[in-house]
Every structure is written in C-alpha cells, then in structure tokens.
C-alpha cells in the first residue's frame, strides 16, 4: 500500500522561461511487526560539511523514533553510510527485531548487499553495517 505524504512543486530555472514540475513523494507502510528506517544524508560541497539522518516508523505510519548526526567533513556516501550505519545501532538497542532500512543511495544499498563487488576492500562503515545486519534479527536493505 502506498500513502502519497508530500505532493511537491518548484519551479525550474531554464533560460529565460519558467516551467512548473510536479513530483509526487511517496512511502510505502511495513508490512506486521516490521520497523523501517528512512535514513538520508545532507552534503554541502561549498562547504564541505556533511552530516545524516534518519527517522523510524511503524506498520500504521507512525513516527517513533528519529536522529540527526553532524559529521564534518566527509563526501556523500561516507555520510550516508554513516546516517545507516547509526540508525541501525539505535535500532538495535531499542530491540527491533524487523527492521527494512531504505536509502536513496543505490551504490550503498549494492555495497551493503554485496551486489556491488569492490574487489575485497570494502568501506569499514560497509563492513560495520554487515555485520550489524547479520546478528540475530532481520534485516531487509531497500533501494528508493
């Protein structure tokens, strides 16, 4: 089941004409007793400062639990694997044992997944994230 949340419009700059664009933002609820975890990254790249988030909800929508993290200096998917990697410790420690955790970083959802192959050398956060995903609960990675 899908629940549109936000229905988002802004105005795009081409030349000298204005064209309005319409993009729908959706969420799709976790099925039973399952957790997601919608965790993001926000990067500044004049600044070079980055930091992570994410936000916790339920099977009925609602928000339980969100963090915010400020890292410094670091790129994009450093600060994404960061916004994962902390979301799923404080998951954990609030003993969720079904837990869906979605980002809108492919490559980091492939990384951690092993569909994207990085000839041994792995990130430790990638390898942190792993192994937090094998102890003795489920985890299910999704692409968004």
Same mark, same amino acid.
């Given at each position: #089941?899908?629940?549109?949340?936000? /229905?988002?419009?802004?105005? %795009?700059?081409?030349?000298?004409?204005?064209?309005?664009?319409?993009?729908?933002? +959706? &969420?799709?609820?976790? /099925?039973?007793?399952?957790?997601?975890? $919608?965790?993001?990254?926000?990067?500044?790249? +004049? #600044? $070079?400062?980055?930091? !992570?988030?994410?936000?916790?909800?339920? +099977?009925?929508?609602? &928000?339980?639990? @969100?963090?915010? %993290?400020?890292?410094?200096? !670091?790129? @994009?998917?450093? @600060?994404?694997?960061?916004? #994962?990697?902390?979301?799923?410790?404080? @998951?954990?420690?609030?003993?969720?044992?079904?837990?869906?955790?979605?980002?809108?970083?492919?490559?980091?959802?492939?990384?951690?997944?092993?569909? !994207?192959? %990085?000839?041994?050398? +792995?990130?430790?956060?990638?390898?942190?994230?792993?192994?937090?995903?094998?102890?003795?609960? /489920?985890?299910?990675?999704?692409?968004?």
């Amino acid at each position: #089941m899908t629940k549109d949340i936000k /229905h988002y419009k802004h105005t %795009l700059m081409t030349g000298i004409r204005r064209q309005r664009e319409t993009i729908y933002i +959706s &969420w799709k609820y976790p /099925h039973g007793d399952w957790i997601k975890l $919608n965790c993001d990254r926000a990067y500044k790249d +004049s #600044m $070079n400062i980055a930091g !992570c988030g994410g936000l916790f909800r339920d +099977s009925d929508g609602r &928000w339980l639990k @969100a963090y915010t %993290l400020r890292i410094g200096d !670091c790129d @994009a998917l450093h @600060a994404e694997m960061w916004g #994962m990697y902390t979301g799923m410790k404080m @998951a954990r420690r609030q003993g969720y044992t079904h837990l869906i955790v979605e980002s809108d970083f492919k490559l980091l959802i492939d990384m951690v997944t092993g569909r !994207c192959k %990085l000839n041994g050398n +792995s990130p430790i956060l990638v390898k942190r994230i792993q192994d937090l995903s094998n102890l003795q609960w /489920h985890v299910i990675f999704q692409y968004t």
